[in-house]
């Protein structure tokens, strides 16, 4: 799907494309790859991962990284995998933000795996998020309250990241 929409869909990189767009997300973890840091999404009301919109910016990774210092203050970040960790179509409900409704669309998101010292200091950004915290691997999974991220992206993610040795 993410293909498809690569070649035929104009402005797929755009979130003014209302049924889908690209996003990218990034799961980080710190260098013992034993802790994920999640930040507390405001729209939601769940902890999640951290990313967003492309916003016209094909450099999906680059994407990532400034999501990640955006959302969480942290500024030493590094790329642990040459490329995609994890590809995903996700469904997004329909919500308020800055009192304007967005309906219902697709991300069609890259994931990229990202590692951090979880003794930098961590800062919220008060427009997306009210907390950002290090959590273990399990405890990351279970701290999201939205079942289909929980059951099928993040324990994804673990798993995956368990086949990849810290440096």
């Known amino acids: 799907m993410i293909l498809e929409c690569l070649e ?3 402005n797929i990189f755009q979130r003014e494309h209302k049924g889908a767009h690209m996003t990218a997300s990034a799961w980080v973890v710190n260098p013992d790859r034993t802790k994920v840091l999640l930040v ?22 680059s994407v990532a990284l400034r999501e990640v210092q955006e959302e969480s203050g942290l500024h030493n970040i590094r790329l642990i ?3 995609i960790f994890s590809l995903e179509s996700l469904t997004v409900d329909g919500h308020w933000k800055h009192g304007a409704y967005v309906s219902s669309h697709l991300h069609l ?18 427009d997306e998020n009210s907390g950002v915290a290090w959590f273990s691997l399990d405890d990351a999974v279970q ?5 289909w991220f929980r059951d099928h992206i993040y324990t994804k993610l673990n798993a995956k990241l368990k086949n990849i040795s810290p440096s």
Not at 143 to 147: H, I
């Open 8 to 10: 035929q869909e104009k």
């Open 40 to 61: 507390y999404h405001n729209i939601y009301n769940s902890w999640s991962w951290m990313g967003g919109h492309a916003d016209g910016e094909q450099d999906l990774q």
């Open 81 to 83: 995998l040459d490329g």
């Open 109 to 126: 998101n890259l994931t990229y795996l990202l590692e951090a010292s979880e003794h930098e200091p961590l800062s919220i950004n008060p």
């Open 143 to 147: 701290a999201s309250s939205e079942p």
